[in-house]
């Protein structure tokens, strides 16, 4: 991961998670380029599936304890329609500012392991034949709706007119 180096800090990572309606993040480990989140951290979580093609988000923050924003290291976002029930997987992604964004580079890596359970996979395989309902992430202060969106969209926003959004 890229360093924060300044007077000798290093990255404070913590891990977003967004989906569909929920935001969750693990906690943050404090200066690591190379965080691995042990047993007893804040690190699994529970994922209600309602939609057969909802994706999930991860995205890596360099936490900033005073009022600036959270740094952005970099994001991914995961299909998750190809992976059987009830098997394990350990995925590796590299990380990158935004999946939009010509001449983009690697920020670092995420290693994650990722099970789906599914108690009833007929209702799920019926839940694709309808869109998605919209769905809205609520959060309480302005800091972590900044963080939800980098998670979802990346750091640059591709809506906005820019020369960047028209040279990319």
Same mark, same amino acid.
């Given at each position: 991961?890229?360093?924060?180096?300044?007077?000798?800090?290093?990255?404070?990572?913590?891990?977003?998670?967004?989906?569909?309606?929920?935001?969750?993040?693990?906690?943050?480990?404090?200066?690591?380029?190379?965080?691995?989140?042990?047993?007893?951290?804040?690190?699994?979580?529970?994922?209600?599936?309602?939609?057969?093609?909802?994706?999930?988000?991860?995205?890596?923050?360099?936490?900033?304890?005073?009022?600036?924003?959270?740094?952005?290291? *970099?994001?991914?976002?995961?299909?998750?329609?190809?992976?059987? %029930? &009830?098997?394990?997987? !350990?995925?590796?992604?590299? =990380?990158? @500012?935004?999946?939009?964004?010509?001449?983009?580079?690697?920020? *670092?890596?995420?290693?994650?392991?990722?099970?789906?359970?599914? %108690? &009833?996979?007929?209702? !799920?395989?019926?839940?694709? =034949?309808? @869109?998605?309902?919209?769905?809205?992430?609520?959060?309480?202060? *302005?800091?972590?709706?900044?963080?939800?969106?980098?998670?979802?969209?990346?750091?640059?926003?591709?809506?906005?007119?820019?020369?960047?959004?028209?040279?990319?």
């Amino acid at each position: 991961m890229d360093t924060g180096s300044w007077l000798g800090n290093l990255t404070d990572p913590f891990v977003s998670i967004v989906y569909e309606d929920t935001f969750v993040r693990t906690d943050t480990i404090d200066d690591c380029l190379d965080p691995v989140w042990l047993p007893w951290s804040h690190r699994a979580f529970i994922l209600n599936i309602g939609h057969a093609s909802s994706q999930i988000f991860l995205a890596v923050f360099d936490f900033d304890a005073g009022f600036d924003d959270h740094d952005l290291i *970099g994001r991914v976002s995961i299909d998750v329609t190809n992976m059987r %029930p &009830d098997t394990e997987y !350990l995925l590796s992604y590299n =990380l990158y @500012p935004s999946a939009r964004i010509m001449g983009r580079e690697i920020q *670092g890596k995420i290693n994650f392991r990722l099970r789906l359970e599914i %108690p &009833d996979e007929r209702k !799920l395989a019926l839940s694709a =034949l309808e @869109p998605p309902l919209p769905t809205y992430v609520n959060v309480k202060r *302005g800091k972590d709706f900044r963080v939800v969106r980098q998670t979802c969209l990346g750091k640059y926003d591709v809506e906005k007119y820019s020369i960047n959004t028209l040279k990319s």
